[in-house]
Nanobody, 120 residues
Framework: QVQLVESGGGLVQAGGSLRLSCAASGRTFSTYFMGWFRQAPGKEREFVAAIRGSGSSPYYGDSVKGRFTISRVNANNTVYLQMNSLKPEDTAVYYC?????????????WGQGTQVTVSS
């Protein structure tokens, strides 16, 4: 069993930055792909970024490429999402997820989410 707890959300002006953190419980953190998803009101959940267990080969959704960076520190069981050049359309609840496979189509575990609001 893996429990995920996100933090770091908040209100920021357009063009600003935020860093989200996701702390994981359990001893098997490094065996999971870790990812970030987001869901805006009235929209479907959207893939944002993911990273393999070793910390290599991060990959991103098209809407955040070049602006967001995912990273992880396995010694701390934590994955991060650095968000730069934020836009109002980045406003959403951001969720951390853990999956055994790269596609992350059906993650095994989810966090409770953290709200990010970008004002124009």
């Amino acid at each position: 069993q893996v429990q995920l707890v996100e933090s770091g959300g908040g209100l920021v002006q357009a063009g600003g930055s935020l860093r989200l953190s996701c702390a994981a419980s359990g001893r098997t953190f490094s065996t999971y792909f870790m990812g970030w998803f987001r869901q805006a009101p009235g929209k479907e959940r959207e893939f944002v970024a993911a990273i393999r267990g070793s910390g290599s080969s991060p990959y991103y959704g098209d809407s955040v490429k070049g602006r967001f960076t995912i990273s992880r520190v396995n010694a701390n069981n934590t994955v991060y999402l650095q968000m730069n050049s934020l836009k109002p359309e980045d406003t959403a609840v951001y969720y951390c997820a853990a999956d055994r496979v790269r596609t992350m189509r059906a993650p095994d575990y989810w966090g409770q989410g953290t709200q990010v609001t970008v004002s124009s």
